[in-house]
Structure formats: C-alpha cells, structure tokens
C-alpha cells in the first residue's frame, strides 16, 4: 500500500494561489491514478480533480475548472494541486488519493489517502 503525506496548505486571501504537494512512499507512484478531493466543515468528501497514471489525463469538478491544475512528477513520487485565484468556499481540508483501477471520481474508489492539509480563503 501507498502512503502518502500532503503539504503547503495555509491561510491565504482571497485570490492568492496555494501549491499542495502530495509525497508517496512506500510504492511507486506510477501505478496508481492519484486524485485530490476536500472537505469542508460540516459538508460530505468532494473530488476536486484527479491525473492519470503517466500525467497525460486529468479531470476536474466543474468548479475549479480554469483555476486549479493537477501534475505528477512521478520521478519524485509526487502529485501537485496548484491553486489560483482562490475564493473562500474553496476553504477546506484538502486530500490526495490514489487508485488502481480506473479513473474515478468516487472516493470509494481510491483505496489509500493521505491526512489532509487545512486550506484556509480569508475574503
């Protein structure tokens, strides 16, 4: 099994960006499709967008569509999540994921999750 650790949240403001980084260990992260969902306070688990196995595919939520971008360096076993022009209902625990099967957005389909890093869009 994967592990993974996630980093660079923060507070920002409103429009500022953030660059997450999600770093595996214990196997390589060419095997698997990674995605990134969150969380908000009192809100169920959301997709946020996910990246194929080499990086030639990604998918996002309709929502961050044109402001957040997915990559892998799968060199250095690790996923990115760049976020600009970030507002506050972006403000959540934020997750990567990874899966083996198949493209998803269903967490259920992501078998190994890292422990968040706390988002935090001030207006």
């Known amino acids: 099994q994967v592990q993974l650790v996630e980093s660079g949240g923060g507070l920002v403001q409103a429009g500022d960006s953030l660059r997450l980084s999600c770093a595996a260990s214990?196997?390589?992260?060419?095997?698997?499709?990674m995605g990134w969902f969150r969380q908000a306070p009192g809100k169920e688990r959301e997709f946020v967008g996910g990246?194929?196995?080499?990086?030639?595919?990604?998918y996002y939520s309709d929502f961050v569509k044109g402001r957040f971008t997915i990559s892998r360096v799968n060199a250095k076993n690790t996923v990115y999540l760049q976020m600009n022009s970030l507002k506050p209902e972006d403000t959540a625990v934020y997750y990567c994921?990874?899966?083996?099967?198949?493209?998803?957005?269903?967490?259920?389909?992501?078998?190994?999750w890292g422990q968040g890093t706390q988002v935090t869009v001030s207006s």
């Open positions: 994921a990874a899966a083996r099967l198949r493209v998803s957005r269903d967490p259920a389909d992501f078998g190994s």
């Open positions: 214990g196997r390589t992260l060419n095997e698997y499709i």
């Open positions: 990246i194929s196995w080499g990086g030639g595919g990604t």
